[in-house]
């Protein structure tokens, strides 16, 4: 049913769209950034050949038992960093961008917050572009939040400004995958 599936990442999709065209009623588009239910994430696999194989990775990998690290996939295409944390206050968060790699982020357990924003040109650039590091910090004042929780997954494109790593209500322990895959659409 899902064979050949594709978006155009600049198309909304709001729920009156997902629930007349059958599609996941969960799924939520706004520009690029994805969110759904990690139920439903083998729909995205069509997207890219890379997305195709980190999602085919998240789905057959043992995520409870991976150690804290740096997990390499596929050489320098795709490769999996996860980390224990604290979620933070939204004063102590930073709104980040990359270039090159789409992020797959899952929370492993616990919960937390994880902002979004499209890019805006009117944006003020914090901390510019570090090729070698991927990513440019950025002041945002218009992002909306996001639950983040064991039950969903985020897909944020190049250039989607994201802030993870938020309280919900209070701080929270967190382990978090976040599976880089470099662009290749």
């Known amino acids: 049913?899902?064979?050949?599936?594709?978006?155009?990442?600049?198309?909304?999709?709001?729920?009156?769209?997902?629930?007349?065209n059958k599609l996941p009623i969960f799924v939520q588009i706004?520009?690029?950034?994805?969110?759904?239910?990690?139920?439903h994430?083998?729909?995205?696999?069509?997207?890219s050949p890379n997305l195709a194989s980190a999602i085919h990775w998240l789905q057959n990998t043992d995520l409870q038992n991976l150690p804290v690290g740096e997990?390499?996939?596929?050489?320098k295409d795709i490769y999996a960093i996860v980390s224990a944390y604290n979620t933070k206050a939204m004063t102590e968060g930073k709104w980040e961008a990359h270039l090159k790699y789409i992020d797959i982020q899952y929370v492993i357990s616990g919960n937390e917050q994880i902002g979004y924003s499209p890019m805006n040109e009117e944006y003020m650039i914090v901390k510019p572009y570090q090729d070698d590091k991927d990513y440019a910090l950025y002041e945002v004042k218009n992002?909306?939040?996001?639950?983040?929780?064991?039950?969903?997954?985020?897909?944020?494109?190049?250039?989607?400004?994201h802030m993870p790593g938020i309280e919900i209500l209070q701080k929270c322990?967190?382990?978090?995958?976040?599976?880089?895959?470099?662009k290749d659409f």
């Open 143 to 161: 992002g909306k939040f996001f639950d983040a929780a064991p039950s969903n997954f985020y897909i944020f494109m190049p250039q989607d400004v």
């Open 1 to 20: 049913m899902w064979a050949g599936f594709t978006f155009k990442f600049t198309q909304q999709i709001n729920i009156y769209y997902c629930i007349h």
């Open 173 to 182: 322990a967190v382990k978090k995958l976040v599976i880089k895959v470099l």
């Open 41 to 47: 994430i083998h729909i995205y696999k069509s997207l």
């Open 71 to 75: 997990v390499a996939i596929k050489e």
């Open 30 to 39: 706004f520009i690029k950034m994805i969110t759904d239910l990690v139920s």
